[in-house]
């Protein structure tokens, strides 16, 4: 029970941002404990965590943070101050074909979670940190339009961002009501290693070294705003020391790119480690405009000035040098990409949403 100073529960840390984090927070605050509450599923890879899965602060607990039970006797287990709460569906084209599980765990399992930390850890001192996104306020145009601050009003478009949005309400909700201790981050979109490959990044590097097209939403010139995972959880980590209790804070590294051109430098990329594909084509060749996403957000970009200024916090990494960085990680780690695409759960989620598209990328 005693010695730690703080007892961190993060929810989802066998997730692509959850293990990122606990990769990073575990050495590096070792007064810390770090119970990872994940319920392991079809997204979750303890790879992740397993650089750290020995370390002394360092416990795993397999709990579905919507069964308010096991959440509860965990919690108080473990005797938890603080969360960290990642867990979370997190694709925005599964929340197309699977919109109420969605609902379930976003928005029904943030509710249990908060409730159930509100009972365990009264009086601890600790604070409820909520990890969400800035899908929730929208689109911008492509043109024009500053990027979201923390007043920009919520328009959320899909079943994920309307979920990522309930949540946010319910934990300022928690605050206002209760005086809970929460803070709220919404990121823009990451990108690093063991990103599950169901997301642009993963796909495109994937189907690219093997050949397999490249099936681009749209018109490709949606706009989303990249931020290298380990430079997000960096946020993270100064915002649940330091943030302000109650406060919005968005984080995101003014890297605006159209997927399009982010898709041909990734075939540049690729080709100049691999080679070109047989009969000298780059890999370029293989984009395949397809039709587009419901309810596809044209743009979204993120003004992180509250965070710079405030707590000092800027991104570290170079994106160039890090998008290199992510391709050389994906061609070192291909097995554990075809771990992820061999289930009958990843190839049913690819066959309906890329088969309606006409094709396949399994
Ligand atoms: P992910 O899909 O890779 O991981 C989600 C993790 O949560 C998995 O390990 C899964 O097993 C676990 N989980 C899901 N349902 C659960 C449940 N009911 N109980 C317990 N565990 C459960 O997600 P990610 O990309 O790492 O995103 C993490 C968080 O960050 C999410 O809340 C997401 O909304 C937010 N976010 C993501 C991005 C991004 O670019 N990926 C950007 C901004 C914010
Ligand atoms: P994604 O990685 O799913 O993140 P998000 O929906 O949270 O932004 O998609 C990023 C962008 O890439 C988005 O505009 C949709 C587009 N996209 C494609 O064009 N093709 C694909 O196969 C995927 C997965 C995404």
Known sequence: MSGWRRRIAVTGG?????????RQMVPRHPEDLYVNIDALTYAASPERVAAVAHEGNYVFERVDIRDTKAVVECLGRHSITDVVHFAAESHNDRAILTPLRFVETNVVGTANLLESWRV????????????????VY?????????????????????PYSASKAAA???????????GLD???TNC??????????????????????SGRRLPVYGDGMNVRDWIHVEDHCDALDLVLRQGRAGRTYNIGADCEIPNITLVTMLCEIIDQREGPLPGGRSRASLIEFVPDRPGHDRRYAIDASRIREELGWSPRHEFRQALEDTVDWYRTHRAWVENCQKSDEFRAYAERNYGERSGDVS
């Open 188 to 209: 823009s979109n990451n990108f690093g290693p063991f990103q599950f490959p169901e997301k642009l990044l993963p796909v495109m590097i994937s189907n690219a070294l």
């Open 14 to 22: 066998c997730g692509f941002i959850g293990g990122a984090y606990l």
């Open 138 to 158: 929208g689109s911008l145009p492509i043109e024009g339009g500053e990027g979201f601050t923390e007043s920009t009003p919520y328009d959320p478009s899909s």
């Open 120 to 135: 365990v850890a009264k009086g601890s001192g600790g604070r409820f940190h909520h990890i969400s996104t800035d899908e």
């Open 182 to 184: 929460v803070v709220i």
């Open 168 to 178: 946010d309400h319910l934990v300022r909700a928690w605050h206002r009501t209760f």
